[in-house]
């Protein structure tokens, strides 16, 4: 995993550029609201949002909604916290539910998604802010960058 530091306010968590292909869902998500969303970061364009992932297994803790615009927006990397999952409290949305991070786990490694608005996930100290152009995240990365000669230089 090779993830980009990314500059953010010192009094808050840390995020890292990551590439979106590497972070895997394990909910699903309301169509509607991926619409809405998308809408609202194409108009303000930049993300402003990091997305939340567990740093280990890379699995999305929070915000399946920005995952999939970021996929369906054809972005190589985005704003991530990498997070440990035990030091996120997880609840379900569901009346009686019970989640517990070894489901999650698991839903990870299956490849299949809980129904959407089954996990809730409570953050101690909230999620810090970015505002991260979207050419920055849809242009090559670093290392995907080829050199590049110009006739005759050699």
């Known amino acids: 995993m090779r993830c980009e530091r990314a500059s953010v306010r010192p009094d808050r968590m840390e995020h ?18 991926v619409d809405a969303l998308k809408a609202q970061i194409l108009q303000a364009g930049s993300w402003t949002a990091p997305i939340t992932a567990e740093k ?3 699995f999305v803790i929070d915000d399946y909604h920005r995952l999939t615009v970021a996929h ?12 440990d999952n035990d030091s996120v409290r997880v609840e379900s949305w569901r009346p009686g539910g019970n989640i517990t991070p070894a ?9 299949r998604k809980f129904p959407y608005k089954t996990t809730r996930h409570v953050f101690a100290h909230g999620l810090p802010t970015c505002d991260v152009p979207l ?3 849809s242009s090559p990365t670093p290392m995907e960058i080829a050199p590049v000669f110009s006739a005759g230089a050699l």
């Open 16 to 33: 890292c550029l990551l590439s979106a292909a590497q972070l895997i869902p394990t909910e699903e998500v309301n169509p509607d609201r």
């Open 56 to 58: 280990d297994a890379l």
């Open 72 to 83: 369906r927006l054809r972005l190589t990397r985005m704003p991530v916290v990498l997070l």
């Open 103 to 111: 489901e999650i786990f698991a839903m990870a490694r299956s490849g």
């Open 135 to 137: 050419e920055l995240l």
